[in-house]
Every structure is written in structure tokens, then in C-alpha cells.
């Protein structure tokens, strides 16, 4: 079994800042990717930031410059830091990972379940 647990979601003003973390934990071979997407009300899942298990990043155009991704293999750790945020920035944000839990190569994503930011203006 694999788990993603989330922690650091919250309440903040606009402007201020939150770090998101996303640990996984379990039958965990190796990871490769590792990212971050969020859900707001009434709008589809989409993608916040990557990351591979290198160190490379892609980050949505609306995030660029604000939020950073970064992760520590050592603790298969993966984080968000949010800053500048806007009333825009609310939503639930879900991390996810691709795990082999075998020397097999088959990837597997698997999610968080979830923490809730919310900017208020």
C-alpha cells in the first residue's frame, strides 16, 4: 500500500504566502514524477507545477514566478511554496507521485487526498 499524505494548506490574506508538503509512504520501489494540481469550485482539475525525480520543473503559466516547487528524494517528500497569493489561488490542491512499488517497470499515479487554500482579499 501507498500513501500521499498533504499537510499546509489554510487561510491566508492575499498577498501572503503557504508551503504545501505531500509525503509518500509505503510499498515505494522508486518515484519519478511528482507534482501538484488543485480544483476550484465549479472549474476542471489542472496542473499547478511537476517535477521529476532529477530535479526538472514545469509550472503552469498562472503560477510562474509565485509558486516553486522542490522535493527531497531522501524523504519522498514533495512541496509547493505558495507566494503572492490572490483570491484566484483557492482551491483544494491535490499532489500526486508515480510509484513503482516493484523492480517492474510500471508506474502507477497516486494522489493526495487533498488540502484545502484559501486567499481571502
Known amino acids: 500500500q501507498v500513501q500521499l499524505v498533504e499537510s499546509g494548506g489554510g487561510l491566508v490574506q492575499a498577498g501572503g504566502s503557504l508551503r504545501l508538503s505531500c509525503a509518500a509512504s509505503?510499498?515505494?520501489?522508486?518515484?519519478?514524477?511528482m507534482g501538484w494540481y488543485r480544483q476550484a469550485p465549479g472549474k476542471q482539475r489542472e496542473l499547478v507545477a511537476g517535477?521529476?525525480?532529477?530535479?526538472?520543473?514545469i509550472n503552469s503559466p498562472s503560477v510562474k514566478g509565485r509558486f516553486a516547487i522542490s522535493r527531497d528524494n531522501a524523504k519522498n517528500t514533495v512541496y509547493l511554496q505558495l507566494n503572492s497569493l490572490t483570491p484566484e489561488d483557492t482551491a483544494v490542491y491535490y499532489c500526486?507521485?508515480?510509484?513503482?512499488?516493484?523492480?517492474?517497470?510500471?508506474?502507477?499515479?497516486?494522489w493526495g487526498q487533498g488540502t484545502q487554500v484559501t486567499v481571502s482579499s
Open positions: 500526486y507521485a508515480d510509484i513503482r512499488t516493484t523492480p517492474l517497470p510500471t508506474w502507477t499515479r497516486y
Open positions: 509505503g510499498s515505494i520501489f522508486s518515484i519519478s514524477d
Open positions: 517535477i521529476s525525480s532529477g530535479g526538472s520543473t
